[in-house]
């Protein structure tokens, strides 16, 4: 089946350094990539959504400015954390969903997330 | 956006016993997926269960779209098991994931 990678699967950094995190889809064509923040105890919360080649839809409340998504190519995705503080610390998980040849969306499949830890 | 609640938040076993897990949704969906967290986060998905009654071993789950509930049937239940069960809705452009069951299941 379709696998989705993330790297690093964890990252400690310090305090007002920025944190990029890779998410490739490994078999298939991301036509869409999604970025989700799960607290300790929490649901996944959806923090934007990244279609190939254009800008990123951001949710409610999440900073574009703090969270950058790149979504360059149909198999990678970055995130970057700007100016990390303690309260970025979370577990970022990103999902990637192809087309199908019929034209309809694919699944959409999970990558095994970063634990980020702000120091 | 559609309100997903899960039942019971939390839930502790002993190895063999059957659970069952409940996912209310509050708008009409076209789809409905049961994921299992695994202690190291990762999520696996369970089902695609938009209707009917589905079963894969000792899983099996049961969607009644008319009355916007779902059901997550574990039985025999294992250490393996535990972790978090999420029930998940599409919306427009993504998923809405639910609140999660946390199962420990204890030897």
């Known amino acids: 089946g379709a696998v989705v990678s993330q790297h690093p699967s964890r990252v400690i950094c310090k305090s007002g350094t920025s944190v990029k995190i890779e998410c490739r889809s490994l078999?298939?064509?991301?036509?869409?990539m999604f970025w989700y923040r799960q607290f300790p105890k929490q649901s996944l919360m959806l923090m934007a959504t990244?279609?190939?080649?254009?800008?990123?839809?951001?949710e409610q409340g999440v900073e574009k400015d703090k969270f950058l998504i790149n979504h360059a190519s149909l198999t990678l995705s970055t995130l970057t954390v700007t100016s990390a503080h303690p309260e970025d610390s979370s577990f970022y998980i990103c999902?990637?969903?192809?087309?199908?040849?019929?034209?309809?969306?694919?699944?959409?499949?999970f990558g095994p997330g970063t634990r980020l830890l702000v120091l | 956006g559609i309100q997903v609640e899960q039942s019971p938040p939390d839930l502790i076993l002993q190895e063999g016993a059957n659970s069952t897990l409940r996912c209310n949704f509050s708008d009409s969906v076209n789809n409905l997926q049961w994921f299992h967290q695994n202690p190291w986060g990762q999520l696996i998905n369970l089902f695609y269960?938009?209707?009917g009654t589905k079963q894969n071993g000792r899983l099996s789950a049961t969607t009644v779209a008319t009355e916007r509930y779902s059901l997550l049937y574990i039985s025999s239940s294992q250490t393996t098991d535990s972790g978090v069960y999420f029930c998940?809705?599409?919306?427009?452009?993504?998923?809405?994931f639910g609140t999660g069951t946390r199962l420990t299941v204890i030897p």
């Open positions: 269960i938009p209707s």
């Open positions: 990244s279609n190939e080649g254009s800008k990123a839809t951001y």
């Open positions: 078999d298939f064509q991301a036509t869409t």
């Open positions: 999902s990637a969903r192809g087309r199908l040849n019929s034209g309809r969306v694919g699944t959409q499949y």
């Open positions: 998940a809705v599409p919306g427009a452009n993504n998923l809405f």
